[in-house]
């Protein structure tokens, strides 16, 4: 599967968060978040998933797994089965995040 990112449809979450879901397979998705200044991923573990979060541009602060640290372009974190983790957007920003399995919940 080829997905062109200005053909993906952004969908606002928030009045400062929005999400473009890139490409997926059977058990793997590629997410694209883009935040505002201000903007957060509130605090969240998953059950069932394991995410890989790579950060394009901007600066966030993460937490994952009592740990904090801010992240800049080219920073990544990986977050667990059960890890809590969150972000807050320093400046404006994206995050391009990876999980396995897919979230069936964004797709739905």
């Given at each position: ?33 883009y935040f505002k200044k ?71």
């Amino acid at each position: 599967m080829i997905t062109i990112n200005k053909e993906i449809e952004l969908n606002q979450l928030e009045e400062k968060v929005a999400r473009k879901i890139l490409v997926n397979g059977e058990s793997l998705m590629m997410v694209e978040v883009y935040f505002k200044k201000g903007g957060i991923g509130q605090v969240h573990s998953h059950e069932e998933h394991e995410q890989v979060s790579y950060v394009v541009g901007g600066s966030f602060e993460i937490s994952c797994d009592d740990e904090k640290k801010v992240l800049k372009s080219g920073d990544s974190f990986y977050a667990d089965k059960n890890v809590e983790h969150g972000v807050k957007a320093l400046e404006d920003g994206v995050i391009l995040d990876i999980f396995t399995p897919i979230r069936e919940d964004f797709v739905e």
